[in-house]
């Protein structure tokens, strides 16, 4: 797959972020990850989610990365900021069948996940099975998920 991914927190997601992105670098089907912070120790370290969240979005649009995996308290916060950017599809998902959907049904490029929601082995697992999907551009999904961007364009 050599997948480019991207992932980010903010200081509520910092450890999750932390175990994902070790899980990422291990993973054979990604290139390579980007973190975008927050770090921990570092100076960035109570950077507000918006920022990367936008950080992370606009590095999809840009076509620097091709998908995104951030975390924050809820996950809410960091979905709600990368989808303001335009071409970009962001959701939160803590269950098995949503993160397949948001591939599958919603061609989603970015996952967020909640660090007070859901346990550490619940994210990891559902992270590695995200990886594990590819949007059919040919599916009966792709022209539902068409609409959304020619609203964009509008
Ligand atoms: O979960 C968050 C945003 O959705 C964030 O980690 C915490 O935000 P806060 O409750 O506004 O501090």
């Known amino acids: 797959m050599n997948y480019r991914i991207v992932v980010g927190c903010d200081d509520a997601g910092l450890d999750y972020k932390e175990q994902l992105a070790a899980d990422l670098r291990a993973d054979p089907r990604v290139a390579e990850v980007i973190d975008l912070g927050v770090h921990r120790g570092a100076d960035d370290v109570h ?8 950080a992370a979005g606009e590095a999809i649009r840009d076509g620097e990365a091709d998908r995104a995996v951030l975390v924050c308290g809820t996950g809410i916060g960091m979905a709600l900021s990368a989808n303001k950017v335009p071409g970009v599809r962001a959701t939160t998902a803590h269950d098995s069948f949503s993160v397949e959907r948001s591939i599958l049904s919603n061609n989603c490029q970015v996952l967020t996940l909640g660090q007070r929601v859901i346990g550490l082995e619940l994210a990891r697992r559902l992270v590695a099975e995200w990886l594990g999907y590819t949007f059919d551009e040919r599916s009966a999904s792709a022209a539902k998920v068409s609409l959304i961007s020619e609203y964009e364009r509008c």
């Not at 950077?47 to 936008?54: A, D, F, S």
């Open 47 to 54: 950077r507000p989610y918006p920022e990367i969240g936008l």
